[in-house]
């Protein structure tokens, strides 16, 4: 086997990192798990803090990797990442935040409907224990959402830049407020329905029933903030979601049924990433200097040869996806792209 010499590009000129992005307040990375969504919210947020926009990148993804590609620790808090740049991120953790906001959601022996729940008869083990007693369904992703929904309206901000958890996890977030409504309806059948026994047992359960009003108002708090989210996702002039994708037949087909959910929310899609793509990065921008990396020989490896092959029939399947949208490409590098010098060849990719 021949051994490739692949020397660790240290630095890139400064002038090949775009000054500024041509983007609204927010841009969304979405897409399959592993296509890169993480480094382009990361180029894209270290491009956008240049120009002195204030700008924090944020990770709702539970397996986060933002602390790895910046190669510096990024707490859950905002917390700025450069000193001669406004850029500053955060890696919401959905654990802490649904234990902190136990009595929202439940968790932590909090039961949101105050005592109705045990006088059903639920110990949180029962058929009932998920709507009654213990964490709501989703109620992890609703509460990284919660922390997103801050973020979005912190005024030391003027531009988030969001690396989204696989798509799944994300349309679920989207789906909330209809889950939200139903439970709520539910809960509020359920409540007539006991209303008498209710009165007829307070006494001896300790009282009123207000932590039942308490925890369906909280529900509806919390629908009321991701419909405002939903809405700001839907207008093209505050919010750039953008579909990450590789040249692959099930990111292909990943990346067609995520336009087809977000077309059915409403939210438009403005941009299709398409990510290590087998070609020379001269052809992509002519921004960075290329002669510092290693590009696949399509002469004479075979192996590159097959790969470009089954790159070029995902690209084919593709043009549903591509059509409509301003499609920006990545080459496939020989390293791993971590640190700020490979950001900034991403940025200038995405330019």
Request: charged share 30%; proline share 5%; glycine share 10%.
């Amino acid at each position: 086997m021949t051994e490739l010499d692949v020397e660790t590009v240290e630095s890139i000129d400064e002038a090949a990192v775009p000054t500024g992005v041509d983007a609204p307040e927010y841009v969304l990375y979405g897409g399959k798990g592993g296509v890169g969504k993480t480094t382009m919210a990361a180029a894209t947020a270290l491009a956008s803090a240049r120009d002195g926009t204030a700008t924090l990148v944020v990770s709702t993804d539970p397996a986060h990797s933002l602390s790895d590609t910046f190669e510096t620790d990024v707490p859950a808090e905002p917390t700025r990442i450069r000193g001669d740049v406004p850029l500053f991120g955060s890696e919401i953790d959905p654990d802490a935040e649904l234990e902190a906001q136990a009595g929202v959601f439940g968790q932590g022996g909090e039961n949101p409907l105050g005592g109705l729940g045990a006088m059903l008869g639920e110990d949180g083990e029962g058929p009932m224990s998920s709507l009654l007693g213990g964490a709501m369904p989703g109620a992890d992703e609703a509460a990284a959402m919660q922390k997103l929904l801050e973020f979005l309206d912190d005024d030391r901000f003027d531009r988030v830049v969001v690396d989204t958890a696989p798509t799944g996890h994300t349309l679920r977030l989207l789906e909330l407020p209809e889950i939200m409504d139903t439970m709520v309806g539910r809960i509020a059948t359920l409540r007539q329905r006991f209303q008498g026994m209710m009165d007829g047992v307070k006494g001896v359960f300790g009282g009123d029933d207000d932590g039942a009003e308490e925890g369906v108002d909280d529900l509806d708090v919390l629908r009321e903030r991701i419909e405002r989210l939903r809405a700001t996702l839907r207008d093209p002039g505050k919010t750039d979601f953008r579909v990450v994708m590789v040249p692959e037949e099930m990111s292909v087909f990943e990346s067609k049924r995520l336009l087809a959910q977000l077309s059915e929310f409403d939210i438009p899609v403005g941009t299709v990433v398409v990510n290590k793509v087998m070609e020379d990065l001269a052809d992509v921008t002519p921004a960075v200097d290329s002669d510092q990396f290693v590009t696949p020989n399509l002469d004479a490896c075979e192996f590159c040869q097959q790969r470009w092959e089954v790159q070029q029939s995902a690209l084919r399947e593709a043009q549903d996806v591509f059509r409509g949208h301003d499609i920006k490409r990545v080459p496939l590098f020989a390293e791993e792209v971590r640190g700020e010098a490979m950001l900034r060849v991403v940025a200038a990719c995405l330019e």
